[in-house]
């Protein structure tokens, strides 16, 4: 998980958060929607790297995440590793109203898994719930898929912007509790090492010729292996 190289005056945190699924799912209408208010009705598949930087405000903190699109890749099954290097977040997106883009998410799962470089919090997300009439997948259905992949979930819709912008939050809250907790096991790590330094044994060697060590001892050693 990246921190920017100022984080220690400024607390800001850079998150890569990457979005996937089938082409024409509404992944760039999400972001455009959730960086900048907008909906393209029109909207063509993306061509060429895509990203936009969102600032979000967690217990005090501003956090940046830059959100990865696909760049059209996906409509040739050729996304990159490069495209994933480095994602600590991914929205996993599909079309409610066609299954087919449902059924891929097993793909995507995969190649998800293979190419990050480390676990990455993911969100399913069932995109174009306003299209009720048309449904072709289940909330229930969304719901227990992303339950046995162990996976957050939502529905939204990129046209009213329902449930858009707790998509992305959802993904940056959960990684930056995540860095949160793992910055506090690492300063209890050292407040242990430093008690352990504390109260550790002295080893005083012997002249040679006496095998024996005396040890002088405060109250243990906790250090020892």
């Known amino acids: 998980m990246a921190l920017n190289t100022e984080e220690e005056q400024t607390e800001d945190y850079l998150f890569k958060i990457v979005l996937i699924g089938d082409s024409a799912v509404g992944k760039s209408n999400l972001l455009a929607r959730f960086a900048r208010d907008e909906f393209y009705p029109n909207s063509k598949s993306t061509i060429g790297v895509e990203f936009q930087t969102q600032k979000v405000e967690i217990n005090g903190k501003e956090v940046k995440a830059q959100i990865w699109d696909t760049a059209g890749q996906e409509r040739f099954r050729a996304v990159t590793s490069a495209y994933y290097r480095g994602a600590v977040g991914a929205l996993l997106v599909y079309d409610i109203s066609r299954r087919q883009t449902f059924e891929s998410i097993g793909r995507w799962l995969n190649e998800l898994q293979t190419h990050s470089d480390m676990n990455v919090v993911t969100i399913l997300v069932g995109n174009k719930s306003d299209l009720k009439d048309a449904r072709e997948v289940t909330t229930a259905e969304g719901k227990a898929l992303a339950e046995a992949q162990g996976l957050f979930f939502i529905e939204t819709s990129a046209l009213d912007s329902s449930n858009v912008s707790s998509a992305f939050e959802t993904v940056v809250r959960e990684i930056y509790?995540?860095?949160s907790r793992k910055v506090m096991?690492?300063?209890?790590?050292?407040?242990?090492?430093?008690?352990c330094l504390t109260n550790a044994k002295t080893v005083v060697l012997q002249p040679e010729g006496n095998q024996e060590a005396v040890e002088q001892s405060k109250q243990g050693g906790c250090c020892s292996s």
């Open 177 to 179: 509790n995540i860095l």
């Open 185 to 195: 096991q690492s300063q209890e790590l050292k407040v242990k090492d430093t008690e």
